[in-house]
């Protein structure tokens, strides 16, 4: 088992550029989120979705999307990068808001 | 202000000392999941509780919800330099139209030194 999968590990952009971070998980979970991890912040969330296209917006949506078009895959779009963006990103899944979230490895992605 | 405050934020202990860190908050939630994330790797879910008081164990890892549901602790016994990590509480928004939001704590950062 798999689990949930992250691609890629490093990324280095330049600010303006956009890129799409991969999230795929195999255990047929209905939830999916996006999170940040920065430094005294904690994970904040981005993006979540309940399911095959429904998503909404967390708590720092602005600057990226997303879509869920499949169960399995929820892909993040930063759409112009900047440095502000900088950060370790997060894919998660879960059965369901009360039931806890399995991670990715995450993603470091570095704006320059 | 975050809807899950930890306390304290940093935490360094000798080998086998007992300790407890906090997660508060002044709303009620339907349930509380603490997770363990090692240095370069994705949080782990350690533990859910859902119940008022509910008491739970993982080995020496001890995690109790609070009777209001608004607070969690979780106590270590006898801590290993295994044990070192941060430690995240977290849980679904407490508003009932963002129930599907799953919000983190900003973490206790756990220290062992052998």
């Known amino acids: 088992n798999a689990g949930v999968t992250q691609t890629p590990k490093f990324q280095v952009l330049k600010t303006g550029q956009s890129m799409t971070l991969q999230c795929a998980q195999d255990m047929n979970h209905e939830y999916m989120s996006w999170y940040r991890q920065d430094p005294g912040m904690g994970l904040r969330l981005i993006h979540y979705s309940v399911g095959a296209g429904i998503t909404d917006q967390g708590e720092v949506p602005n600057g990226y999307n997303v879509s869920r078009s499949t169960t399995e895959d929820f892909p993040l779009r930063l759409l112009s990068a900047a440095p502000s963006q900088t950060s370790v990103y997060f894919c998660?899944?879960?059965?369901?808001?009360?039931?806890?979230?399995?991670f990715g490895s995450g993603t470091r992605l570095t704006v320059v | 202000t975050q809807l899950l405050e930890q306390s304290p934020q940093f935490l360094s202990i000798q080998e086998g000392e007992n300790l407890t860190v906090y997660c508060n908050s002044s709303s009620v939630f339907s349930s509380l999941q603490w997770y363990r994330q090692e240095p370069g790797e994705g949080p782990v879910l350690l533990v859910t509780?859902?119940?008022?008081?509910e008491v739970k164990k993982l080995k020496r890892l001890t995690f109790q919800f609070g009777d209001a549901r608004k607070d969690s602790s979780l106590h270590i016994t006898a801590a290993q330099p295994g044990d070192t990590g941060l430690y995240l509480c977290a849980g679904p928004h407490p508003m009932k139209t963002s129930y599907d939001k799953v919000i983190f704590g900003p973490g206790t950062s756990l220290s062992v030194i052998p």
């Open positions: 998660a899944s879960s059965p369901g808001s009360n039931y806890g979230y399995t």
């Open positions: 509780v859902v119940t008022g008081g």
